[in-house]
């Protein structure tokens, strides 16, 4: 199976911080990434995706980026929030695998009041 | 749009019994995925179904799992004989299209737990 990893399980911010959350990932031939937020309880939440083709992707308070050299992600998080607080997960899809995800273990985000 | 729909949400049995969960993807979504997370970890694919076909079951264990999608929309999964180690939570997610990259979308799970 495909082996995708996070440097740090869990990250704890002061609220109003920005938050980094890093993932490596091992197929070189991914195409896809998504990272997703999971709370208590919760199925995963989609927060924001990026295609190989490209280096970085905004959306709102989040922006990714993809160093596909070192085969590394990171989700950064503007101007953190209690809500934010979260497992956060990578996932990769490799090329031709008919959208099919591998997930890293998860990095649990802790937004401190 | 009405997400991903799942239940029951808990589940509580002995082991060797037997147990299903049902999932309704979001309306128009052809793919259809179970995921099985245990504590601490991600999710793990246990099966694909591409309309009521089944696209990849490589690591079902087909001994004690099976799923279907009769009709292409809703779905079930089952475990019979239940050992312990499969308590984890059970993830439904559904897509809009196979072969490209689309987001795969989530329900909240079935917990289950082994006694």
């Known amino acids: 199976g495909e082996s995708v990893g996070l440097h740090l399980p869990t990250l704890s911010v002061q609220e109003g911080d920005n938050s980094i959350i890093n993932c490596a990932y091992s197929?070189?031939?991914?195409?896809?990434f998504i990272w997703y937020k999971q709370e208590s309880g919760k199925g995963p939440q989609f927060i924001i995706d990026?295609?190989?083709?490209?280096d970085k992707r905004q959306g709102q308070r989040v922006t990714v980026l993809l160093n596909k050299t070192v085969k590394h992600l990171s989700l950064q998080i503007a101007a953190t929030q209690p809500g934010d607080s979260a497992v956060y997960f990578c996932?990769?899809?490799?090329?031709?695998?008919?959208?099919?995800?591998?997930f890293g273990t998860g990095t649990s985000l802790t937004v401190i009041p | 749009e009405a997400g991903v729909a799942q239940s029951p949400r808990y589940k509580i049995i002995e082991k060797r019994q037997s147990v299903a969960f049902w999932c309704n993807p979001i309306?128009?979504?052809?793919?259809l995925y179970w995921y099985q997370q245990i504590l601490g970890q991600g999710p793990k694919l246990l099966i694909q179904?591409?309309?009521?076909?089944?696209?990849?079951d490589s690591q079902l264990p087909k001994d004690r799992f099976s799923a279907e999608r009769l009709k292409g929309v809703d779905s079930t999964l089952k475990i019979q004989p239940a050992k312990l180690e499969d308590s984890a939570v059970y993830l439904c997610?559904?897509?809009?299209?196979?072969?490209?990259?689309?987001?795969?979308?989530f329900g909240d799970g079935t917990r289950l737990s082994i006694l």
């Open positions: 309306s128009g979504h052809a793919t």
């Open positions: 997610a559904s897509s809009s299209l196979q072969g490209s990259n689309q987001p795969q979308h």
């Open positions: 996932a990769e899809k490799p090329a031709n695998t008919g959208n099919q995800f591998y």
């Open positions: 179904f591409q309309n009521n076909g089944v696209v990849d």
């Open positions: 990026i295609r190989s083709n490209m």
């Open positions: 197929n070189s031939a991914s195409d896809y």
